[in-house]
T-cell receptor
Framework: SQTIHQWPATLVQPVGSPLSLECTVE??????LYWYRQAAGRGLQLLFY??????ISSEVPQNLSASRPQDRQFILSSKKLLLSDSGFYLC???????????FGQGTRLTVV | AQKVTQAQTEISVVEKEDVTLDCVYE???????LFWYKQPPSGELVFLIR??????QNEISGRYSWNFQKSTSSFNFTITASQVVDSAVYFC????????????FGTGTRLKVLA
C-alpha cells in the first residue's frame, strides 16, 4: 500500500533562517506531488505541484521554493523565512489529476 | 476560473442531530471531480469521497451521505445522527481535466458536535 511521510511534525525557526521540509511517498511510481499551506483557521492554499522529476509549478510567488530531486521526494525550501511563513504545511500525492489526493500528517511551522 | 465555496464557516449541533455541510463549485469544464475531506484536530486531511461530474447518483456510507446536483453546482454533505467524533473541519475540493493538476479547496466548515 502507499504511504506518505512528511517531516518534521513541528518546527520553530527564527526569522531569516533557512527552511527545508521533506516529503516522501512509498508504494507508487511517478505520483503527482503537492505542497499546501494552511494559515491558522484558514483554508488550504496550493503552493507548488509537480507531475514529474524536475517539473515544478508554482502557484504563489513568494520566498518559498520546491524541488523534486527524486521521483517520490518533494522538498519545500526557503533561504530566509518571514513571519508570514508561519502555518501548517501539508504535502500530498495523487496517482493522476482525476483521483483523490492523499495527505501527509503536516508540519506546523512557527517563525519567531 | 475554478472555485469552491463553503459559505458555512462554523456549525454547532447537539449530538444526534443531522447536519448538512454545503459546497458550491464553479468550473467551465464538463469533466471534473469533486471531493470531501475531513480534518480532525490532529491536522491530517482524511479523504472521504470522490465523485465525477457524470455521476449524479447520491451516495450513502453509514451515517454519511452526499448530494451532488449539477443543476445547482452543489455537492452537499450530510451527517446523520452526528457524534462528538464528527467534530472536525470539513473541506470540499474540485479538480478538472482541463490539463491542470490542481486541487482547488474551499475554505472549510468547522463542525462542532456538542455532547
Amino acid at each position: 500500500s502507499q504511504t506518505i511521510h512528511q517531516w518534521p511534525a513541528t518546527l520553530v525557526q527564527p526569522v531569516g533562517s533557512p527552511l527545508s521540509l521533506e516529503c516522501t511517498v512509498e508504494g507508487t511510481s511517478n505520483p503527482n506531488l503537492y505542497w499546501y499551506r494552511q494559515a491558522a483557521g484558514r483554508g488550504l492554499q496550493l503552493l507548488f505541484y509537480s507531475v514529474g522529476i524536475g517539473q515544478i509549478s508554482s502557484e504563489v510567488p513568494q520566498n518559498l521554493s520546491a524541488s523534486r530531486p527524486q521521483d517520490r521526494q518533494f522538498i519545500l525550501s526557503s533561504k530566509k523565512l518571514l513571519l508570514s511563513d508561519s502555518g501548517f504545511y501539508l504535502c500530498a500525492w495523487s496517482v493522476d489529476g482525476h483521483t483523490e489526493a492523499f495527505f501527509g500528517q503536516g508540519t506546523r511551522l512557527t517563525v519567531v | 476560473a475554478q472555485k469552491v465555496t463553503q459559505a458555512q464557516t462554523e456549525i454547532s449541533v447537539v449530538e444526534k442531530e443531522d447536519v448538512t455541510l454545503d459546497c458550491v463549485y464553479e468550473t467551465r469544464d464538463t469533466t471534473y471531480y469533486l471531493f470531501w475531506y475531513k480534518q480532525p484536530p490532529s491536522g491530517e486531511l482524511v479523504f472521504l469521497i470522490r465523485r465525477n461530474s457524470f455521476d449524479e447518483q447520491n451516495e450513502i456510507s453509514g451515517r454519511y451521505s452526499w448530494n451532488f446536483q449539477k443543476s445547482t453546482s452543489s455537492f452537499n454533505f450530510t451527517i446523520t445522527a452526528s457524534q462528538v467524533v464528527d467534530s472536525a473541519v470539513y473541506f470540499c475540493a474540485l479538480i478538472s481535466t482541463s490539463g491542470t493538476y490542481k486541487y482547488i479547496f474551499g475554505t472549510g466548515t468547522r463542525l462542532k458536535v456538542l455532547a
